[in-house]
């Protein structure tokens, strides 16, 4: 197998390897929880105080969603808030999630990457400059390359979590 970050052909070329960083981690994401039990896909860690593997990948997916509308310099349609969001609940932690199958997670997320796919085969390398506003109150700035670049290594960091909770998962079923 050949790893490679090379766009998609109707890409610019930097932007195709952004995207393709994107897409590379939603692979790597789809490995890594193959075959979970909704137990598991639910599973909180050991005290039971931790995001589960469905909260971290709706948040992923919402960031990534959040982001491809700014890459279309878009706001986020209500329904896409309703059906998808919110970012944060109250308590400013990841709202809660139970009972949904890792398929559904994985096809939601799907459509995310089909929509920033569409998104950045409409992007220039010199797109990428444009800057944009992000953050729970759109306070923060950064160009469309962060961004790009940003979701890919946001999905990273998630992962590693997942990764975790896998570990601690096994561990608890061994043990019970």
């Given at each position: 197998m050949l790893h490679d970050l090379q766009g998609e052909s109707n890409m610019s070329t930097i932007v195709g390897i952004?995207?393709?960083?994107v897409k590379e981690n939603s692979q790597r994401?789809?490995?890594?929880?193959?075959e979970m039990s909704q137990e598991e896909?639910?599973?909180?860690?050991?005290?039971?105080?931790?995001?589960?593997?469905?909260?971290?990948?709706?948040?992923?997916?919402?960031?990534?969603?959040?982001?491809?509308?700014?890459?279309?310099?878009?706001?986020?349609p209500l329904s896409l808030k309703e059906q998808f969001g919110p970012m944060i609940d109250t308590n400013n932690k990841l709202p809660m999630i139970k009972?949904?199958?890792?398929?559904?997670?994985?096809?939601?997320y799907e459509g995310v990457l089909e929509m920033l796919k569409d998104a950045c085969i409409r992007l220039t390398d010199a797109d990428l400059d444009i800057v944009v506003h992000f953050g729970h109150e759109n306070e923060k700035r950064a160009t469309i390359r962060w961004g790009l670049w940003h979701m890919a290594d946001h999905s990273r960091y998630h992962q590693?979590?997942?990764n975790q909770l896998r570990k601690w998962y096994k561990e608890n079923s061994l043990s019970s």
């Open positions: 952004l995207y393709s960083a994401m789809q490995l890594i929880t193959v896909v639910d599973y909180k860690g050991p005290h039971n105080n931790l995001n589960s593997t469905a909260q971290l990948i709706k948040h992923i997916m919402y960031v990534d969603l959040n982001w491809v509308y700014r890459l279309k310099r878009q706001p986020l009972g949904t199958s890792l398929r559904t997670l994985i096809t939601n590693a979590q997942i």
